[in-house]
């Protein structure tokens, strides 16, 4: 609320300025996109420098928010500075825009949850077939009896659930069915806020083909899905075997969801915040320098999370229920019993666990390393801030982690420890994001050293 009134106060300040500045936008292209005019450019950093002195002659004791530079140059004029917006109708059009993709990405946040739940429910495998367009679900007690006697002939009801009473295979078919709908009803809800956007022309053709190709994965992850359900229908290969889905396929369907949802969270600060927070050239540069770093962690996380989907995929977790130690040994004999070597990595359970906890710890590591090389340098407030949550993250995600391997993976905290895989992704992805380099046009308008307000 302070923030809207120091920015009202500024725009009464300037009025005259920006009056005559968004005359010239007007003129320059009736589809909202603005063009490139080497006229037009003194007067947008003219209009920008306003807003930085503006901000910086407040009077003693107001406090503006470390993240005040975000879009002040993209709210007026910023496409004819060099700055490609990707929604260029205006800050209530980048505003509702940014609402729908965060609304989006955390949709896509509650499936990765639910999808867990029903993971270490063992409900995945309760409904024996698919629909793209999906089906009413079981009403009558003879809908039930029919539904029941499909999952009847299933390899996991003949081996792990065999005697199981109605009533609880109405438990796992409902974790299923709303797993699949909350799926559904995603899509439903990005398409139609999506097809409005378009037709009122707030999103740029760059942003269009962005999110074409997200709807695109979203609508496949349906069919990735049933894919993994399917490895799980079939006879395993041994007697002594229990009937799981393919790590394989578990895998590519949570890395789906995790890069629809990085995607999605990318392109929603992008939208908002076409700008990084910064103050000075001095603040760039130390952001810099972070960046150089902080992208390699980033790939350790993602990697750390995907190795996560192959211990779930081969139920690694229920192995190996000690801690630093794997039972009696650091490292178990048979972890490379299976030939190909490669193979071991992905479907050899002490390997995929050993390779789990060391990637886990190396996560760790890294970003420690990264908050001690950020207190050293000369950066932003909001990055200092941004590194230091992503450290508390990862020691929390360690602890999920360890909790959850010493109780046997009880559905609590195996729910828990997936939701913090994707919470510090998340953090990982806002920080190299903040770490951006600004645009030319805001980079001239810094001085080399921040004013810090007493």
Same mark, same amino acid.
């Given at each position: 609320m302070f923030e809207s009134r120091v920015v009202a106060s500024i725009l009464k300040r300037n009025k005259a300025i920006i009056n005559s500045f968004t005359s010239n936008l007007k003129g320059a292209s009736s589809s909202r996109c603005f063009t490139s005019s080497s006229a037009s450019v003194p007067a947008a950093n003219k209009v920008a420098r306003t807003y930085f002195y503006g901000f910086r002659s407040l009077p003693k004791g107001h406090h503006v928010s470390s993240f005040r530079n975000m879009s002040i140059v993209a709210s007026v004029g910023a496409e004819k500075e060099g700055l490609k917006l990707l929604v260029t109708a205006g800050p209530r059009a980048q505003k509702m825009v940014g609402i729908w993709l965060f609304g989006s990405a955390a949709w896509v946040f509650s499936m990765v949850v639910l999808g867990g739940v029903t993971r270490l429910t063992r409900s995945g495998l309760s409904m024996t077939d698919w629909k793209f367009t999906g089906k009413l679900p079981p009403i009558s007690d003879e809908e039930w009896q029919q539904e029941f006697e499909k999952y009847r002939q299933s390899p996991e009801y003949k081996r792990v659930n065999k005697g199981m009473s109605i009533e609880d295979f109405k438990f796992i078919y409902w974790m299923?069915?709303?797993?699949?709908?909350?799926?559904?009803?995603?899509?439903?809800?990005?398409a139609l806020p999506f097809s409005y956007f378009l037709r009122k022309g707030y999103i740029t053709v760059r942003l269009g083909l962005r999110l074409s190709a997200l709807f695109a994965l979203g609508a496949g992850q349906g069919l990735i899905g049933w894919w993994m359900v399917k490895s799980g229908l079939e006879e395993p290969a041994s007697e002594y075997v229990e009937p799981r889905v393919s790590p394989y396929r578990l895998a590519a369907h949570l890395t789906s969801a995790f890069v629809i949802y990085s995607g999605l969270f990318w392109t929603a600060l992008s939208v908002v915040m076409p700008e990084p927070p910064t103050d000075s050239l001095a603040w760039v540069q130390g952001a810099a320098?972070?960046?150089?770093?902080?992208?390699?962690?980033?790939?350790?996380?993602g990697i750390t999370a995907v190795s996560g989907a192959f211990v779930a995929g081969n139920d690694a977790g229920r192995a190996y229920n000690t801690f630093p130690k794997m039972g009696d040994v650091w490292v178990p004999d048979n972890v490379f019993e299976l030939k190909p070597i490669i193979r071991n990595f992905f479907e050899n359970t002490?390997? %995929?666990?050993?390779?789990? +906890?060391? #990637?886990?710890?190396?996560?760790l590591i890294s970003i420690c390393g990264l908050?001690?090389?950020?207190?050293?340098?000369? %950066?932003?407030?909001?990055? +200092?801030? #941004?590194?230091?949550a992503t450290f508390g993250m990862a020691s929390l995600q360690v602890t999920l982690g360890v909790s959850t391997l010493l109780s046997y993976v009880p559905v609590s905290l195996g729910t828990a420890h997936q939701a913090g895989a994707l919470t510090l992704l998340t953090l990982m992805l806002l920080l190299?994001?903040?770490l951006r380099r600004p645009s030319m046009s805001l980079l001239k308008t810094l001085p080399q050293v921040a004013k810090i307000a007493s």
């Open positions: 299923e069915y709303a797993h699949r709908m909350w799926g559904r009803a995603l899509g439903v809800m990005f320098r972070v960046k150089r770093l902080a992208i390699p962690v980033s790939l350790i996380v002490s390997t %995929v666990q050993l390779d789990h +906890r060391l #990637l886990a710890t190396t996560t908050w001690w090389w950020t207190k050293k340098l000369d %950066v932003h407030p909001a990055i +200092r801030s #941004l590194v230091g190299t994001h903040t």
